[in-house]
């Protein structure tokens, strides 16, 4: 069973930066390209960036030259740089294959809160 276990959320202020990890079961990391997504309170999930493994990286437009995502194949685990975040950044992140099937599995997520 795929596990995906996310971390580094946290409150931090507009115009702050945090860096959120993401570690997954060894093949599923190996064989997907990996995204991360983010669910806001009374909104559907949405895609925010993805890499595959060779590094080639694609972002939402709210986020990019904001966020950078990046994957560690050795360590099985992706991560997002967030800088120059915004209230509007506020959500629940979770990580994921690309275009994750509605029967796939989601880990517990992290939050972030942007809030003066």
């Known amino acids: 069973q795929v596990q995906l276990v996310e971390s580094g959320g946290g409150l931090v202020q507009p115009g702050g930066s945090l860096r959120l990890s993401c570690t997954a079961s060894?093949?599923?990391?190996?064989?997907?390209?990996m995204g991360w997504y983010r669910q806001a309170p009374g909104k559907q999930r949405e895609y925010v960036a993805s890499?595959?493994?060779?590094?080639?990286?694609n972002y939402a437009d709210s986020v990019k030259g904001r966020f950078t995502i990046a994957r560690d194949n050795a360590k099985n685990t992706v991560y997002l740089q967030m800088n120059s975040l915004k209230p509007e950044d506020t959500a629940v992140y979770y990580c994921?294959?690309?275009?994750?099937?509605?029967?796939?599995?989601w880990g517990q997520g992290t939050q972030v809160t942007v809030s003066s």
């Open positions: 994921n294959k690309l275009s994750p099937r509605s029967t796939d599995a």
């Open positions: 060894r093949n599923f990391f190996a064989i997907n390209v």
């Open positions: 890499i595959t493994g060779g590094g080639f990286t």
